[in-house]
Each structure stands twice: as structure tokens, then as C-alpha cells.
């Protein structure tokens, strides 16, 4: 079979059976052509769509939840409905110890407060935090650190600042790090200047402190404004969530089904959501973009039978000078493939092409709706291995049709 693919007489007479009607074997062609076009286009604007969705959350932990106190709903053991739930240090630890699958659970504070900087101020949002929201909401530094433990043993007065406060409170090129900020009167030496993310599950915060200074400076004792839970890879957050919550109303003395007692924000369930129609898309893209080559495929097969019709004397010459029936299918076979593969190439080529276009006009920049779209080698090799596959198929039944005319009725044929 390989050697018979080698000879020169078998792609003479590829090129000479294709070569009687360019035209109608260009056409036949296009099917398969949009068909791969499709295929390719589709799956790296998909993975396009996946790139800059997971750059925009890649420093942050997405199997995680917010969760903060509101006003009760309902009245419970002689508290009365409307009773406004403030979250303690000591409702973190107890659920780090007692909800199944809980990996940190990160205290925060906030506030809305005057920051001066010689005559330059502001009102931006302040966070009192620990280090642990590092690694869960990965900030990405510009210039110095994030706060330490050792900021927060000492209660001192440091502060991470985004770059939008330093636009507007530094002149140009200014170093900012070791200079004094003032938050509310008190001066803060800066330590961090961090980039704003594009996008944040949480609230937007201007600037960190330590979570301990917060709390001397704003006198918040115990309390916390929300807390933080992001769970191990393979809990489900949806329901660390629900046993979290029902552990703080049982603390705080909030009746079980009292809904209106915490606010939330899922943001495992969001991500989960995203994940989903990607995964969906990926799959519609394989379906159609399959869908479509099968039908490219089927045209390819509808001309060959045609051909064949066009070819009923020659064949029966062939068979009555010896060809077997054998080598009439591998010869119709053999045209079905060499079509189908010189559409899927250009098809490829062509889908390689508008992707290096998508990437030019909307996969440049920190905004970018498409990063990288691109396709795996893997994918074009299963491409491949489908056309081959669908080309062979498709050829033996115009070859089957061939092989069926007997040779005296073949070379009585007109």
C-alpha cells in the first residue's frame, strides 16, 4: 500500500482526474476549507477568551468567599430583628478550626479616609490587613513590599499604596518608597506601590495598612469588617460557604434560617460559572466546526461518485486489462484523502492566519480581549488524523460504486 503511494504513475493520475474539471474540484475543496477554517478559528479565539480570562485571575484564589455581618431578618433568643452583625477575630479562628476543607481565612478591615501628601490630597479607601492576603490575592508590586508580620507585631505605621494614589499625590518619576503619606493626621511611611488589577473579586482598596494599626488607629477592637475563605482545591466552595455561615449564626446568636444576617460574594461560584461557558464554547466549537467538515467531506465523496459516472468506460478497461477491484478502490481512495488533506492544509493555514490577525488587533495590552489565541500542534494533528479518517470513508463509497460495474457493461457505456 505505502509503495504503491510512491509510485508516480498513482499521483499522474490523481492530478490528471482532478485536472478535468479544476473548477469543480476547487469547489469540492471549499467545504472542507471552511470547515478546518472554522475549526481553528474558533478553538484559538476559545483559548484566547480562557488566556485572558485566567491572567486576570491568576493571582487570585478563586475557590474563595466573602462573607460580612448585615441586620438580622427574624428575632432570636431575646434578640430583636434588625440587629446589626459585626464579625470578631475570634469568628475567623473558629472557622479555620471547625468548617471541613477551609485552607485561610483572612480578617479584613476597611475605611474611607483623608490622605494629604504636601498640598496634594484625596479621600481613598484604607485596608487594614495581614500579610496572609498575599498569597490569596497575589498583589503585583511595582516598586518595595507587601506588609509584614513584622508590621503587624509592632503596629506600625506602614503603607502599601496603588499606583492611581501615587498618580495623584507624587509628581512624576518621584521615588515614593520611604516617603510620608499622612491618613487621617497620622504619617505612614510608604513601604509598596502596587499595580490596580483589572478586575477584583473584593472591594477596591487604594491603600494597605496593618491590620493591628488599623484596628489602635480606628478602634475597632475585635471586630472585623468581612473575612476572607478560600478553600483547598478540592472542597467545594459552595458548601464551605454554607457551613461557614451556619457556624457564624450559631456564634453570634443569629436563627439558623435567617438569611438576611450575612452578605456574601461567591467568587468560586462565579469562576465556576465562566469556566463553564468556556468549557461549553470549547465544546460547541468542536461540534461545529466537525459538523462542517463532515459536510465538506460528504460534497468531496458526492463528486467522486460523479467522477466516477464520468469515468465508467476507463474503469471497465482497467478491469478487463487485469485491475483488481483492489486497486480501483485504492485509487478512488487515494484521490478522496489527497483532497480532503490539501483543503485541511490550507485550512490550517488559513485559520493560522486569522488568528495572527485576532492576536494583532485584540490580544495587545493589559486589557487585552484575546491573549495568545492559538492552537495546540496537538489539536491540528487530530485535525488531521479526522480529515484522513473522514477523506478514506467518504472515498469508498464512490470506490464500492466503481468497483461494481462489471468491465463488458462498463465498456459498452457511451
Excluded: C
Excluded at 466537525?290 to 460523479?306: M, P, Q
Amino acid at each position: 500500500m505505502f509503495r504503491f503511494l510512491l509510485e508516480r504513475d498513482t499521483w499522474q493520475e490523481v492530478f490528471d482526474s482532478l485536472s478535468k474539471n479544476k473548477l469543480r474540484s476547487i469547489l469540492t475543496m471549499v467545504g472542507v476549507w471552511w470547515g478546518i477554517l472554522l475549526l481553528i478559528g474558533l478553538l484559538g479565539s476559545a483559548r484566547g477568551l480562557e488566556n485572558s480570562f485566567n491572567r486576570l485571575f491568576g493571582d487570585f484564589a478563586t475557590n474563595s468567599v466573602f462573607l460580612w455581618g448585615e441586620k438580622t431578618g427574624m428575632p432570636f433568643k431575646g434578640f430583636q430583628e434588625g440587629r446589626r452583625v459585626r464579625l470578631s477575630l475570634s469568628d475567623t479562628r473558629k472557622v479555620a478550626e471547625n468548617v471541613d476543607g477551609v485552607e485561610f481565612v483572612v480578617p479584613r478591615n476597611q475605611n474611607q479616609s483623608l490622605v494629604v501628601r504636601n498640598f496634594l490630597s484625596g479621600s481613598f479607601s484604607i485596608a487594614g490587613d495581614y500579610p496572609l492576603l498575599d498569597q490569596v490575592e497575589k498583589k503585583k508590586l511595582i516598586h518595595g513590599r507587601f506588609i509584614n508580620q513584622s508590621d503587624i507585631d509592632d503596629r506600625k505605621k506602614v503603607a502599601v499604596i496603588s499606583d492611581e494614589i501615587y498618580k495623584q499625590i507624587f509628581q512624576k518619576d518621584e521615588e515614593a518608597i520611604g516617603e510620608y503619606i499622612q491618613i487621617n493626621s497620622i504619617n505612614y511611611k510608604v513601604v509598596g506601590l502596587f499595580e490596580v488589577p483589572n478586575i477584583s473579586m473584593g472591594p477596591s482598596i487604594d491603600i494597605h495598612i496593618p491590620f493591628t494599626t488599623f484596628q489602635q488607629v480606628y478602634n475597632e477592637g475585635d471586630q472585623i469588617g468581612w473575612m476572607m475563605i478560600t478553600g483547598k482545591p478540592e472542597y467545594d466552595i459552595v458548601q464551605i460557604e454554607e457551613d461557614a455561615t451556619l457556624l457564624l449564626k450559631n456564634l453570634n446568636k443569629i436563627h439558623p434560617e435567617d438569611n438576611r444576617a450575612f452578605g456574601s460574594a461567591n467568587a468560586g461560584k462565579q469562576f465556576g460559572k465562566v469556566t463553564g461557558f468556556l468549557t461549553g464554547m470549547q465544546f460547541l466549537t468542536w461540534f461545529v466546526g466537525i459538523a462542517t467538515l463532515i459536510a465538506g467531506v460528504f460534497a468531496i465523496g458526492n463528486i467522486l461518485l460523479i467522477t466516477v459516472k464520468e469515468r465508467t468506460k476507463e474503469i471497465g478497461v482497467r478491469r478487463a486489462l487485469g485491475a483488481t477491484p483492489f486497486e480501483i478502490k485504492r485509487q478512488i481512495v487515494v484521490e478522496a484523502v489527497f483532497l480532503t488533506l490539501v483543503a485541511g492544509m490550507f485550512g490550517i493555514i488559513s485559520g493560522g492566519l486569522i488568528l495572527i490577525i485576532l492576536d494583532h488587533l485584540f490580544g495587545q495590552g493589559a486589557d487585552a480581549a484575546l491573549v495568545n489565541a492559538s492552537v495546540s500542534i496537538a489539536v491540528v494533528f487530530i485535525a488531521l488524523i479526522i480529515l484522513v479518517i473522514l477523506g478514506t470513508l467518504i472515498g469508498l463509497i464512490p470506490a464500492t460504486k466503481a468497483t461494481s460495474i462489471k468491465p463488458i457493461e462498463a465498456l459498452r457505456e457511451e
